[in-house]
């Protein structure tokens, strides 16, 4: 057949473009982890020498950082007097990662999977699938860079007050679970907001809870939350308010084993919020930016996760409505609605 080149032009096109942010990205994980987002938008308009004597790094390679971030859009610049600075929304996306716009940490997730790369290439071949903690350590701190401005923006604001009921639990004094709560964002978020309530989160990988542990520390809610090792199908407890998964359901290898511990462990009138990524019922309406971001991390992090656990499922991050409704039906689980949404997420009230 023969070429079109209009098309093929295109086509070209956007690969280069593709290819120019693959590399770019690797300057984003460089600068956040150290701190050259944050010295620039604390200093103000500088040179890359004075970026550079302010961090105590080589100042050629600063320079370069620098004008890589300029032509890429992550900063500004003035030819005139050579300085770089961040606008307030820039600062905003790349320097603030106490602000729900904060996404530069999001990027060590895409630095994980080409870290990983060869052992998500060996899953391909293998069949075996690639574990959670399998993964380069960058990835437990990407997620949880990546999440806790969402959780930040709507977990108290708008995703509590959606589910029937619940916040008025919270607020009295609640017993809640956060399953699948890695470094423990949303868990701590919880404890801040509902200081009457008792909060823990559980996570199979011991390495997270520690971790969470110390977040908790520093956060200084120590005395509220708590943090132990456990998966969806074996974390232990009965009739919790509130069970959430943010964003792991679809991971697990056996999603309905685990959603039916889950309605083991509530109480008679409680509510399990799930948190699951954006998605639409068939591929082809699927094609949009946040889409491609899920579509290729269930191809390097959640199908491998989810073969690298006994129970068959392999579900990836694109599932929809109609599936969970399948899939929660079979757990036992009679009431399902999507209680509220995001651009990124969709937020599903579970009731017995």
């Known amino acids: 057949m023969a070429i079109n080149e209009d098309k093929l032009n295109e086509l070209i096109g956007q690969f280069v473009t593709d290819f120019g942010a693959a590399m770019h990205a690797a300057t984003v994980v460089i600068g956040d982890k150290l701190g050259l987002y944050k010295a620039l938008a604390e200093h103000g308009p500088t040179t890359g020498a004075e970026l550079a004597r302010r961090t105590g790094l080589d100042t050629r390679l600063v320079e370069e950082w620098l ?14 007097t050579g300085e770089f600075h961040l606008t307030e929304e820039q600062a905003a996306v790349l320097a603030d990662d106490s602000t729900p716009a904060f996404l530069a940490g999001a990027m060590t997730i895409a630095a994980a999977i080409y870290k990983d790369e060869e052992r998500i290439r060996e899953a391909f071949q293998s069949g075996k699938g690639l574990g959670w903690h399998d993964h380069c350590h960058d990835l437990f701190h990407g997620t949880e860079r990546l999440f806790k401005p969402g959780y930040l923006g709507n977990l108290v604001s708008a995703w509590i007050p959606a589910l029937e009921g619940v916040e008025a639990k919270l607020e009295a004094g609640a017993k809640v679970a956060d399953v699948g709560c890695g470094h423990g964002a949303s868990t ?67 999603p309905v084993g685990g959603a039916r511990h889950i309605r083991e462990s509530l109480a008679a009138d409680g509510t399990w919020l799930l948190v699951e990524p954006m998605a639409i019922g068939g591929l082809e309406n699927n094609v949009n930016p946040v889409s491609r ?22 579900l990836g991050n694109q599932v929809s409505d109609e599936r969970w409704r399948e ?17 990124f997420n969709r937020v599903f009230e579970v009731r017995k």
Request: glycine share 12%; aromatic share 12%.
């Open 67 to 80: 004008n890589a971030q300029f032509v890429s859009g992550y900063s500004d610049y003035d030819p005139s």
């Open 188 to 254: 701590i978020l919880l404890a801040q907001q509902y200081p009457a309530s008792t909060i823990i989160g559980f996570d199979y990988h011991e390495e997270s809870i520690e971790t969470a542990r110390k977040r908790a520390a520093e956060a200084g809610v120590g005395d509220r939350v708590r943090f132990e090792v456990g998966s969806a199908q074996d974390f232990p407890g009965t009739d919790y308010d509130l069970v959430c998964i943010f964003d792991a359901l679809h991971d697990m290898g056996d």
């Open 327 to 343: 899939l929660l039906g079979e757990a036992g689980f009679s009431g399902v609605r999507r209680a509220t949404e995001t651009p």
């Open 293 to 314: 971001i899920f579509y290729a991390g269930a191809v390097g992090i959640c199908t491998p996760a989810a073969e690298a656990q006994a129970g068959g499922y392999a």
